[in-house]
């Protein structure tokens, strides 16, 4: 038996636009169930639909649908189960509606011609993704600015309610500024999932997925594969639960291993770095450097992919067959709903995960703690002299450095330190000391941390990296190795921007990848390919650059 | 009034990649795997129904009640159909 049934007729209003009347009355007798006019997008009719849900289920001698129990019983039929449900389908259609336009979809048609089209719907493609990522950049920035602004000030507060110590640190260094380095992307990925809401909503998702069959075939990659790897240039953890519109495993499983290469937010603070450094007086050069290290991580994900696709992951992708629906003007409601639901899944999955991430890299770099240095005890008994003379602003500024020493020290010291001195040897060949090591093993929080924890290791505290970050990058020119040779040479920057742009550093993203392929293998694969393929292309840089005498 | 012009089949069937831009044809069966034919039936690529070219290429562009689908070549080859003409004065006998 059937259950009492109330059938929904949505996109109403795409009907009426169409200039197609649908006899409601002739369809709830002849489907013996009430049938309500509604449109999900506009929210049109969705109140008479309640009210007919209410109705059916407070009247217990409802009818049943007799005819929709015939037409699902044909789950019996031999031959075609789809075949007789289409032809009644077509029938029932033919029966309750009429058209007054012959071809309702000749707008679309005219529009498919180009945007599908191999040159012009390629060129269509790009120019709509060019401007959709320079809205996300730019509307993102007040917000992110914001929450940024909020997560110093919450520190700052509760810097005061705590007494100075352990738990203080763990709280504002570890806690608050774990989760708010995470957060602060949160506005780029809300506007990125709005944007691609809005795209899906108008029909040209679709058309999109269809221009990329033609390039990604050619990879072994599905055309659906691109929405993921579009939004991986956000945050690859969206984008590896976005993965789940791939039908085929093994598809997906690559995009979900090949996701991370793609250049995420939290590598732009160290790209900008590592390129400032590199030219810092040629505009044109940092911005083609820029471009090129988007397009490495792209060529090299593409490249594993065709790699995967032949290796361990054996097969061709599996053929496209896909709906191209009517173009219609997007709802902002829908698209607000969906952002809303990636937002809080992103918050979810991620949060948790780098919270704990958080505290341990903050446990690195703090344990064990070491005895302030006689140097530091020297420099604020100076102050005290300074200040006891009158002169605030030389105490002022001696106390801060006094406290930047301190910091200094203790990170050298901390497991954080000892692993960059442990791994020495290893990144020795990829130009690396152990300061830009310690950077690196900080990073295993989040990329982006390398930033703040070279400006600790090098010269200026990390306030003043924040407020002049020209500052940093003078120091960073100037600092010294050992032998007094310069420590950020052209070929150490460039071996830092390639490990940057292919190393997997960020284990939310592993963590992501076992709940969503179910296995802790995929995970471990991807770390490890990753950083392998990021320590081989460092080394060939750095190695290359040096025997052509440029270093 | 204008009577629709009436349409026959003719044997024998071809794939679906076989038509040009803007013909049709009845689909007579599908051999695809498991997977693919229920992803094909969804989407109402199922014995019987009429189905239309509207582009050419890889992937191409197929009309099937109502709904425009985008269907790459690998696929399409897999759809069998007998193609529907219409028989007007000159074509027909």
């Not at chain 1, 009429?98 to 493609?125: N, Y």
């Not at chain 1, 500024?177 to 992307?185: E, N, R, S, T």
């Not at chain 1, 006094?402 to 442990?422: C, I, M, P, T, V």
Request: proline share 5%; net charge positive; charged share 20%.
């Amino acid at each position: 038996m059937t259950p009492p049934t109330v059938l929904a007729l949505n996109m109403i209003d795409a009907a009426d636009a169409d200039g197609i009347k649908i006899d409601v009355a002739g369809l709830a007798i002849e489907l013996g169930c009430p049938v309500i006019p509604v449109s999900a997008r506009t929210g049109r009719g969705i109140d008479d639909l309640k009210r007919a849900l209410d109705e059916t289920l407070d009247n217990h001698t409802a009818r049943n649908p007799t005819t929709l129990q015939a037409a699902m019983a044909c789950h019996a039929c031999a031959i075609c189960p789809f075949q007789n449900r289409y032809t009644w389908t077509e029938g029932v259609a033919k029966r309750h509606a009429k058209s007054k336009t012959e071809k309702p979809d000749r707008h679309t048609e005219a529009i498919d011609r180009i945007l599908t089209h191999p040159v012009g719907g390629l060129a269509a493609f790009l120019s709509v993704m060019a401007v959709m990522f320079y809205l996300i950049f730019q509307l993102a920035t007040v917000p992110m600015d914001l929450i940024d602004h909020l997560f110093v000030t919450l520190g700052s507060v509760v810097a005061k309610w705590i007494p100075a110590g352990d738990l203080q640190s763990l709280a504002v260094n570890g806690i608050i500024g774990g989760v708010g380095g995470i957060l602060v992307f949160l506005p780029q990925i809300c506007i990125l999932f709005f944007f691609l809401a809005l795209l899906e909503d108008t029909g040209y998702l679709a058309r999109a997925a269809f221009v990329m069959e033609r390039l990604m075939r050619r990879i072994g990659l599905p055309g659906k594969a691109f929405v993921p790897l579009l939004s991986a240039h956000a945050c690859a953890i969206p984008a590896i639960m976005s993965t789940r519109v791939i039908e085929d495993r093994r598809d997906r499983f690559i995009t979900i291993l090949i996701a991370p290469l793609m250049s995420c937010s939290a590598r732009i603070p160290v790209y900008t770095l590592v390129i400032a450094l590199l030219f810092p007086r040629q505009p044109g050069l940092a911005a083609l450097t820029f471009l090129g290290a988007y397009a490495v991580g792209i060529g090299m994900g593409l490249l594993a992919a065709f790699v995967m696709k032949r290796t361990i992951l054996p097969g061709e992708a599996r053929p496209l067959v896909l709906e191209l629906p009517r173009y219609r003007i997007p709802g902002v409601r829908t698209a607000f709903l969906h952002m809303y639901d990636q937002a809080r899944m992103f918050i979810k999955q991620a949060g948790t995960v780098i919270l704990l991430i958080s505290i341990i890299l903050w446990a690195l770099a703090t344990y064990p703690k070491s005895e302030t240095p006689q140097e530091v005890h020297d420099m604020r008994a100076e102050a005290a002299q300074l200040a006891a003379a009158g002169d605030t602003d030389g105490a002022a500024s001696l106390t801060k450095e006094a406290a930047h020493h301190e910091d200094q020290y203790a990170l050298a010291n901390s497991y954080a330190g000892r692993l960059g001195r442990f791994f020495e040897p290893a990144l020795a060949p990829l130009g690396f000391n152990w300061q830009i090591g310690i950077g690196i093993v900080t990073s295993f929080a989040a990329r982006e941390v390398i930033v703040s924890t070279l400006a600790v290791v090098y010269g200026v505290g990390s306030d003043r990296a924040e407020e002049e970050p020209k500052s940093l990058y003078d120091n960073l020119r100037s600092a010294k190795r050992a032998d007094g040779s310069p420590v950020f040479t052209t070929a150490t920057a460039f071996s830092l921007l390639i490990f940057y742009i292919l190393a997997a550093q960020c284990l939310a993203t592993q963590v992501v990848t076992r709940k969503e392929t179910g296995s802790w293998k995929w995970a471990a694969l991807q770390l490890v390919y990753m950083n392998v393929l990021a320590y081989a292309a460092s080394f060939v840089i750095y190695q290359t650059l040096r025997a052509c005498g440029i270093s | 009034m204008i009577k629709p012009l009436p349409i026959t089949c003719v044997p024998p069937s071809a794939p679906l990649d076989s038509l040009s831009a803007g013909e049709s044809a009845v689909v007579s069966h599908v051999e695809a795997s498991d997977d693919d034919m229920r992803r094909l039936m969804t989407l109402g690529i199922c014995t019987g129904r009429r189905i239309e070219l509207v582009q050419c290429g890889n992937p191409m562009i197929v009309r099937i009640f109502g709904s425009r689908l985008g269907i790459s070549r690998r696929l399409a080859s897999r759809v069998m159909v007998q193609q529907c003409r219409h028989n007007s004065t000159t074509e027909s006998l």
